[in-house]
């Protein structure tokens, strides 16, 4: 069965400081994989997705992700972040060949932009 | 463009009364359509999906249950609330571009 890992529950940055968000995933072959942010009390928007080709995938907002098949993971970056930037940041999977495109979650990433 | 509405905002119900949560998607036809919930705090679990009108597919058992009477509309219901509902639904649709899905802006759901 697919999964979904982010091992850093809450991140709390400076303003301008980098940012860089873990995801490692479990399944057998390389799937699709994706990055939402949820602001406060708002449904979730999409940075980036990740289907196949160059593993450095180019986002919104400056954001940018980085799939290594090797390591299983699917890690988000961004250099300078701002106050807007506090959110919660999921990590996705979906299978290639699934019924319904079903996505798998990680449980998310809190992060606190510090003026 | 797509744009994805849903119905109510927000609700506060009370244990074992009838819920009803809509989503319209707008500028795309025959959209594959999906209903997601997410616990307070918590991580995001699919529940039903729908590739056409007329059928929906359960994915998790929460006695729930979906409808898609239209080919821009997905219904969420049920006809007795349990405390164990509350949360956040979201509403999302995808198309030809694979697997992304696109999400609404959710109804939150205070059950007491």
């Known amino acids: 069965a697919q999964s979904v890992t982010q091992p850093d529950a809450r991140v709390t940055v400076s303003e301008g400081a980098s940012l860089q968000l873990r995801c490692k995933y479990s399944?057998?072959?390389?799937?699709?994989l994706f990055w939402y942010v949820q602001y406060p009390r708002q449904g979730l928007q999409l940075l980036l997705k990740?289907?196949?080709?160059?593993?450095v995938v180019q986002g919104v907002n400056s954001f940018e992700a980085e799939f290594s098949k090797s390591n299983s993971s699917f890690h988000l970056q961004k250099a300078s972040v701002h106050w807007s930037d506090s959110a919660v940041y999921f990590c996705a999977l979906s299978m290639t060949n699934s019924a319904g495109n079903k996505l798998t979650f990680g449980i998310g990433t809190r992060v606190l932009v510090r003026p | 463009a797509q744009t994805i509405h849903q119905w109510p905002v927000a609700e506060i119900k009370a244990v074992g009364s009838p819920l009803s949560l809509g989503c319209t998607i707008k500028?795309?036809?025959?959209?594959?359509l999906y209903w997601y919930w997410q616990a307070t705090g918590g991580t995001l679990q699919q529940l039903f999906y729908s590739i056409t009108v007329g059928q929906v597919e359960s994915v998790v058992q929460l006695n729930l249950s979906a409808s898609r009477p239209k080919d821009d509309q997905f219904i969420l219901s049920t006809e007795k609330l349990l405390l164990s509902h509350s949360g956040f639904y979201l509403c999302a649709w995808s198309g030809d571009s694979g697997n992304t899905l696109y999400f609404g802006e959710g109804s939150r759901l205070i059950v007491v």
């Open positions: 990740y289907y196949s080709g160059d593993p």
């Open positions: 500028g795309k036809s025959s959209p594959n």
């Open positions: 399944y057998s072959a390389t799937p699709y």
